[in-house]
Protein backbone atom coordinates (compact mmCIF):
# COMPACT_ATOMS: atom_id res chain seq x y z
CA UNK A 1 0.00 0.00 0.00
CA UNK A 2 1.18 3.82 -0.60
CA UNK A 3 1.91 6.24 1.80
CA UNK A 4 -1.54 7.90 1.49
CA UNK A 5 -3.49 5.05 1.99
CA UNK A 6 -1.83 4.09 5.33
CA UNK A 7 -3.19 7.74 6.68
CA UNK A 8 -6.86 7.08 5.70
CA UNK A 9 -8.51 5.99 8.46
CA UNK A 10 -10.07 2.62 7.99
CA UNK A 11 -14.04 2.29 7.13
CA UNK A 12 -16.04 0.52 9.83
CA UNK A 13 -19.18 -1.48 9.72
CA UNK A 14 -21.15 1.37 11.43
CA UNK A 15 -20.10 3.03 8.19
CA UNK A 16 -21.59 1.10 5.94
CA UNK A 17 -24.85 -1.32 7.59
CA UNK A 18 -27.99 -1.15 6.85
CA UNK A 19 -29.68 0.89 9.70
CA UNK A 20 -33.02 0.58 10.67
CA UNK A 21 -33.58 -3.46 9.72
CA UNK A 22 -36.72 -5.45 9.19
CA UNK A 23 -36.93 -7.35 12.15
CA UNK A 24 -38.61 -10.41 13.28
CA UNK A 25 -39.81 -11.68 16.22
CA UNK A 26 -39.18 -15.00 18.23
CA UNK A 27 -42.86 -15.72 17.80
CA UNK A 28 -43.43 -14.63 14.37
CA UNK A 29 -44.39 -17.71 11.79
CA UNK A 30 -41.83 -18.55 8.82
CA UNK A 31 -44.71 -17.70 6.24
CA UNK A 32 -44.65 -14.39 7.45
CA UNK A 33 -40.58 -13.91 7.22
CA UNK A 34 -41.41 -15.73 3.53
CA UNK A 35 -43.48 -13.27 3.02
CA UNK A 36 -41.00 -10.24 4.32
CA UNK A 37 -38.37 -11.22 2.33
CA UNK A 38 -40.16 -11.36 -0.93
CA UNK A 39 -41.90 -8.08 0.05
CA UNK A 40 -38.69 -6.31 1.30
CA UNK A 41 -35.95 -7.67 -0.55
CA UNK A 42 -34.01 -8.49 2.47
CA UNK A 43 -32.10 -11.62 3.25
CA UNK A 44 -31.48 -11.19 6.71
CA UNK A 45 -33.54 -10.62 9.64
CA UNK A 46 -32.49 -9.96 13.24
CA UNK A 47 -35.07 -11.97 15.55
CA UNK A 48 -36.39 -9.79 18.64
CA UNK A 49 -38.05 -11.35 21.79
CA UNK A 50 -39.66 -7.70 22.68
CA UNK A 51 -36.66 -5.35 22.25
CA UNK A 52 -34.09 -7.70 22.97
CA UNK A 53 -32.01 -9.37 20.05
CA UNK A 54 -32.05 -12.91 20.28
CA UNK A 55 -31.33 -14.25 17.10
CA UNK A 56 -30.80 -14.32 13.06
CA UNK A 57 -32.65 -16.09 10.61
CA UNK A 58 -31.62 -15.52 6.76
CA UNK A 59 -32.55 -16.81 3.26
CA UNK A 60 -31.18 -20.03 4.10
CA UNK A 61 -32.79 -20.71 7.07
CA UNK A 62 -36.08 -20.37 5.53
CA UNK A 63 -35.59 -22.66 2.93
CA UNK A 64 -34.63 -25.66 5.16
CA UNK A 65 -37.03 -24.39 7.42
CA UNK A 66 -39.75 -24.30 5.05
CA UNK A 67 -39.01 -27.96 3.72
CA UNK A 68 -39.11 -29.46 7.14
CA UNK A 69 -42.26 -27.78 8.06
CA UNK A 70 -43.50 -29.44 4.34
CA UNK A 71 -41.83 -32.96 5.95
CA UNK A 72 -44.18 -32.27 8.93
CA UNK A 73 -47.33 -31.24 7.60
CA UNK A 74 -47.63 -33.21 4.97
CA UNK A 75 -51.18 -32.49 3.95
CA UNK A 76 -50.97 -28.94 4.33
CA UNK A 77 -50.43 -26.46 1.32
CA UNK A 78 -47.29 -24.25 1.74
CA UNK A 79 -48.37 -20.89 3.13
CA UNK A 80 -50.45 -22.94 5.65
CA UNK A 81 -47.12 -25.17 6.27
CA UNK A 82 -44.95 -22.13 7.17
CA UNK A 83 -47.68 -20.12 8.92
CA UNK A 84 -47.97 -23.36 11.51
CA UNK A 85 -44.13 -23.31 12.40
CA UNK A 86 -42.74 -20.37 14.80
CA UNK A 87 -39.47 -18.68 13.73
CA UNK A 88 -37.56 -19.01 17.18
CA UNK A 89 -38.02 -22.98 15.80
CA UNK A 90 -35.50 -22.19 13.19
CA UNK A 91 -33.64 -19.11 14.32
CA UNK A 92 -29.86 -19.25 14.71
CA UNK A 93 -27.42 -17.52 17.42
CA UNK A 94 -26.45 -13.63 16.03
CA UNK A 95 -22.78 -12.40 15.66
CA UNK A 96 -22.78 -8.97 17.17
CA UNK A 97 -19.75 -6.23 16.82
CA UNK A 98 -19.82 -2.59 17.74
CA UNK A 99 -20.03 -0.11 14.63
CA UNK A 100 -16.42 0.64 15.26
CA UNK A 101 -15.63 -2.70 14.05
CA UNK A 102 -13.51 -2.24 10.74
CA UNK A 103 -14.88 -3.89 7.55
CA UNK A 104 -11.55 -5.63 7.45
CA UNK A 105 -12.05 -7.49 10.52
CA UNK A 106 -15.99 -7.89 9.60
CA UNK A 107 -15.02 -9.59 6.73
CA UNK A 108 -12.67 -11.56 8.35
CA UNK A 109 -14.57 -12.89 11.24
CA UNK A 110 -17.69 -13.63 8.74
CA UNK A 111 -15.10 -16.16 6.43
CA UNK A 112 -13.91 -17.83 9.35
CA UNK A 113 -17.35 -18.54 10.64
CA UNK A 114 -18.94 -18.92 7.47
CA UNK A 115 -21.80 -16.65 8.23
CA UNK A 116 -23.31 -13.99 5.71
CA UNK A 117 -24.05 -11.11 7.89
CA UNK A 118 -23.46 -9.38 11.19
CA UNK A 119 -25.85 -7.75 13.37
CA UNK A 120 -24.22 -4.51 14.47
CA UNK A 121 -24.87 -3.31 18.43
CA UNK A 122 -24.37 -0.20 20.58
CA UNK A 123 -24.22 -1.48 23.92
CA UNK A 124 -27.44 -4.15 23.50
CA UNK A 125 -29.31 -2.21 21.28
CA UNK A 126 -29.73 -3.45 17.78
CA UNK A 127 -28.70 -0.13 15.34
CA UNK A 128 -28.31 -2.14 12.13
CA UNK A 129 -26.85 -5.30 9.87
CA UNK A 130 -23.96 -5.61 7.48
CA UNK A 131 -23.90 -8.41 5.17
CA UNK A 132 -21.47 -10.08 2.52
CA UNK A 133 -22.30 -8.35 0.22
CA UNK A 134 -21.99 -4.67 1.42
CA UNK A 135 -18.25 -5.35 2.62
CA UNK A 136 -17.40 -6.67 -0.64
CA UNK A 137 -18.94 -3.80 -2.09
CA UNK A 138 -17.19 -1.68 0.22
CA UNK A 139 -13.58 -3.55 -0.49
CA UNK A 140 -14.35 -3.97 -4.23
CA UNK A 141 -14.02 0.25 -4.00
CA UNK A 142 -10.29 0.08 -2.98
Known amino acids: MNGAANT ?22 LR ?29 DLLHASMAALVRHPKDKVREALGAVAIKDFMKAATTVPGETSIYDAASMMVDRG ?18 SDLLRELAKR
Open 8 to 29: MPEKTVGAVMTTDPVTLQLTDT
Open 32 to 60: LADDMMNLAHVRHFPVLDGEKLVGVIDQD
Open 115 to 132: IECLLIVDGDKLVGVVTR
